[in-house]
């Protein structure tokens, strides 16, 4: 376990406010074990069974009031259904303020913002290959160079009117497909609200902060998900 295990105990640690010795850490094998020992470290003596029915409770009703339009709100909902392609980021921030936690952020799709900045990588080689041959440039060299940077200013000032469009700028994690992984992830990033949590309501967290890390649908994660053989670290 190298790099990618290292960060994944620190957000842990971070997450549930515990540390872990590293003797512990180091012969964890799977997700269960993980799950166990975090436990441990929490000393949860009581339990909160409806912890998950929380977060979810407080994420439909928040819905409901915010959009009354909406009908059908159970875990199996897709999230997009309610987080369409159209003002998605507005209504994604808008619910989280109102209902009051944290959730998981939406970003730029990273194949999106690589393109970008390999553009603007590559309008910055052309840049400094025009002043190195300054002399021997043709004036079409600064006409595609110039082109070519009013292309990403266009892009990045019309980004947001583009999401109505083009529902691929801000996806929905893969960790957050359904409104019942969301509220897991409520769950996950606004523990101290949860408290005490139960071994179901830890999996969860710890679940969600594995999928989100390694960008993967949180059904993928299992109490039996073997660190180095399912999740290759």
């Known amino acids: ?104 952020e939406i ?13 603007f990588g590559l309008s910055i080689l052309m840049l400094i290959g025009g002043l190195v041959w300054l002399e021997s440039v043709p004036f079409a060299y600064w006409i595609v160079l110039l082109s070519l940077w009013i292309g990403l200013f266009l892009c990045i000032l019309l980004l947001k009117p583009a999401s109505v469009f083009y529902p691929g700028i801000f996806p929905i994690p893969p960790s957050c497909r359904t409104l019942g992984d969301l509220a897991k992830a409520i769950l996950a990033h606004n523990l101290t609200q949860f408290q005490p949590l139960d071994k179901d309501a830890v999996f969860t967290t710890l679940a969600f902060i594995i999928a989100e890390q390694f960008d993967v649908p949180i059904e993928t994660i299992k109490p039996e998900t073997r660190f180095i053989e399912d999740l290759r670290f």
């Open 1 to 104: 376990m190298g790099l990618e295990w290292v960060e994944l105990v620190m957000e842990i640690e971070d997450a549930f406010n515990i540390k872990f010795d590293d003797e512990a850490a180091g012969s964890l094998h799977t997700v269960g074990q993980l799950t166990d020992l975090v436990l441990n470290k929490i000393g949860s003596a009581s339990t909160n069974p409806n912890s998950f029915r929380k977060a979810f409770g407080i994420l439909k009703e928040t819905i409901l009031a915010e959009l009354p339009d909406t009908c059908h709100i159970t875990p199996e909902t897709p999230t997009e259904t309610v987080f369409p392609a159209r003002n998605r980021k507005y209504w994604w921030n808008r619910i989280a303020q109102k209902a009051g936690v944290k959730f998981p």
């Open 107 to 119: 970003t730029i799709a990273p194949k999106l913002l690589l393109t970008a900045k390999s553009l």
